[in-house]
C-alpha cells in the first residue's frame, strides 16, 4: 500500500517552495543532451516506503514500572503485548514497524521519542499497565498540557521522567513562516492523536474491559513529539487483580495485541486530513 500524502507534508513542502520563491511543480530546467547520445528513457518511478509505526513498550531494565499483586512486572508484560503487536503488523504487511526496545533495558523517555523522529516515524503508541486505586481495564491517552481528570494526571506524573518536547526539522524560512508551520503541523498532529485514540478505543470495546471515560488526556512525556500522532495505551492496571491475571495470559495480550493492530490499520488505511476523516 502506497502512503498518501499528508497535510503535514503537504504544509511544509508549500511553505518552504513558498519561501524560497518556487513555483510548485515547475520543472526544473533540463541539462544540454550531448550530441549524438540517445534520448533519455522514461523516469522510474519508486515506490513510497510503506509508513513506520513505532511501538513503546513502557518502562525496563532498572525501571521495572508497576509491580503487581502477584508481582507481576509491567516492564515485562507490555513488552510481550508489543513484542505481539508487532507480530500481527509485520505480518498485515500495511506498515514497517520499530521498537524502542526489544529487551529488558532501560531506556529514557526523551530518548524513545527522538528515536521515533530521528526514524520518521507516522505513529508512535506507547504500551503500559500502570496502577491507579480501583481502575480496571483498557484506556488511551492523548497529549494535553490540562489533564482530563484526576486519574490520567497522576498516570502522567507517574510515567514523567523527562520531559522531551522537541523541535521541529523546519525549512529555512523567516521566522514568522516558520510560527505558521509549527502551528498547523502541531495542530494535524494532534487531531491525527485523536483519530488513532478513537479507533483505538473502538477495537477495543468489543473485545476487552475498558476503563469509563476510556479516551482520556495528560501531559505525557512520550506524546510530545510535535509531528507525530502517538497515543499511550495503557492495556490494564496491574493494581487490579484481575487486571494482572489476564494479562499473565498470553491468550489475553493477543487479543490486547490483534485489537490494537487493527486500529493502527484501520489509521494507515485512510490517514486523512484531520478530524473530518473520522467518519
Given at each position: 500500500?502506497?502512503?498518501?500524502?499528508?497535510?503535514?507534508?503537504?504544509?511544509?513542502?508549500t511553505?518552504?517552495?513558498t519561501?524560497?520563491?518556487?513555483?510548485?511543480?515547475?520543472?526544473a530546467?533540463?541539462?544540454?543532451?550531448?550530441?549524438?547520445?540517445?534520448?533519455?528513457?522514461?523516469?522510474?518511478r519508486r515506490?513510497?516506503?510503506?509508513p513506520l509505526?513505532?511501538?513503546?513498550?513502557?518502562?525496563?531494565?532498572?525501571?521495572?514500572?508497576?509491580?503487581?499483586a502477584a508481582?507481576t512486572?509491567?516492564?515485562?508484560v507490555?513488552?510481550?503485548?508489543?513484542?505481539?503487536?508487532?507480530r500481527?503488523?509485520?505480518?498485515?504487511?500495511?506498515?514497517?514497524?520499530?521498537?524502542?526496545r526489544?529487551r529488558d533495558?532501560?531506556?529514557?523517555?526523551?530518548?524513545?521519542?527522538?528515536?521515533?523522529?530521528?526514524?520518521?516515524?507516522?505513529?508512535?503508541?506507547?504500551?503500559h499497565?500502570?496502577?491507579a486505586?480501583?481502575?480496571?481495564?483498557?484506556?488511551?491517552?492523548?497529549?494535553s498540557?490540562?489533564?482530563?481528570?484526576?486519574?490520567?494526571?497522576?498516570?502522567?506524573?507517574?510515567?514523567n521522567?523527562a520531559?522531551?518536547?522537541?523541535?521541529?526539522?523546519?525549512?529555512t524560512v523567516?521566522?514568522?513562516v516558520q510560527?505558521?508551520?509549527?502551528s498547523?503541523?502541531?495542530q494535524?498532529?494532534?487531531?491525527?492523536?485523536v483519530r488513532?485514540?478513537?479507533?483505538?478505543?473502538?477495537a477495543l470495546?468489543?473485545?476487552?474491559?475498558?476503563?469509563?471515560?476510556?479516551h482520556?488526556?495528560?501531559?505525557f512525556?512520550?506524546?510530545?513529539?510535535?509531528?507525530?500522532p502517538?497515543?499511550?495505551?495503557?492495556?490494564?492496571f496491574?493494581?487490579?487483580?484481575?487486571?494482572?491475571?489476564?494479562l499473565?495470559?498470553?491468550?489475553?495480550r493477543?487479543?490486547?495485541a490483534?485489537?490494537?493492530a487493527s486500529?493502527?490499520?484501520?489509521?494507515?488505511?485512510r490517514?486523512?486530513?484531520?478530524?473530518a476523516?473520522?467518519?
Amino acid at each position: 500500500m502506497e502512503p498518501l500524502p499528508t497535510r503535514r507534508g503537504v504544509i511544509a513542502s508549500t511553505l518552504a517552495a513558498t519561501a524560497s520563491g518556487l513555483a510548485l511543480g515547475a520543472p526544473a530546467d533540463a541539462a544540454p543532451r550531448r550530441e549524438g547520445a540517445p534520448p533519455a528513457g522514461p523516469a522510474v518511478r519508486r515506490a513510497a516506503p510503506r509508513p513506520l509505526v513505532v511501538l513503546d513498550p513502557g518502562h525496563g531494565g532498572k525501571d521495572p514500572g508497576t509491580i503487581g499483586a502477584a508481582g507481576t512486572y509491567e516492564k515485562r508484560v507490555v513488552l510481550a503485548a508489543a513484542q505481539e503487536m508487532r507480530r500481527r503488523l509485520e505480518a498485515g504487511g500495511r506498515c514497517r514497524v520499530l521498537m524502542t526496545r526489544t529487551r529488558d533495558v532501560f531506556v529514557p523517555l526523551a530518548s524513545r521519542v527522538e528515536f521515533a523522529r530521528r526514524n520518521g516515524a507516522a505513529l508512535f503508541v506507547s504500551v503500559h499497565a500502570d496502577s491507579a486505586p480501583g481502575a480496571r481495564g483498557a484506556s488511551v491517552y492523548t497529549l494535553s498540557e490540562t489533564a482530563s481528570d484526576a486519574l490520567s494526571a497522576g498516570l502522567a506524573r507517574r510515567e514523567n521522567a523527562a520531559d522531551a518536547a522537541g523541535g521541529l526539522n523546519l525549512p529555512t524560512v523567516p521566522a514568522e513562516v516558520q510560527r505558521i508551520l509549527m502551528s498547523l503541523v502541531r495542530q494535524e498532529t494532534r487531531q491525527g492523536s485523536v483519530r488513532l485514540a478513537a479507533m483505538t478505543v473502538g477495537a477495543l470495546r468489543p473485545r476487552v474491559a475498558l476503563l469509563p471515560n476510556t479516551h482520556r488526556q495528560a501531559a505525557f512525556a512520550v506524546l510530545k513529539a510535535p509531528d507525530i500522532p502517538s497515543v499511550l495505551v495503557e492495556i490494564g492496571f496491574l493494581s487490579s487483580r484481575l487486571d494482572e491475571a489476564q494479562l499473565n495470559r498470553s491468550a489475553h495480550r493477543a487479543v490486547v495485541a490483534g485489537a490494537l493492530a487493527s486500529a493502527v490499520e484501520s489509521y494507515l488505511e485512510r490517514p486523512g486530513l484531520g478530524m473530518a476523516a473520522t467518519g
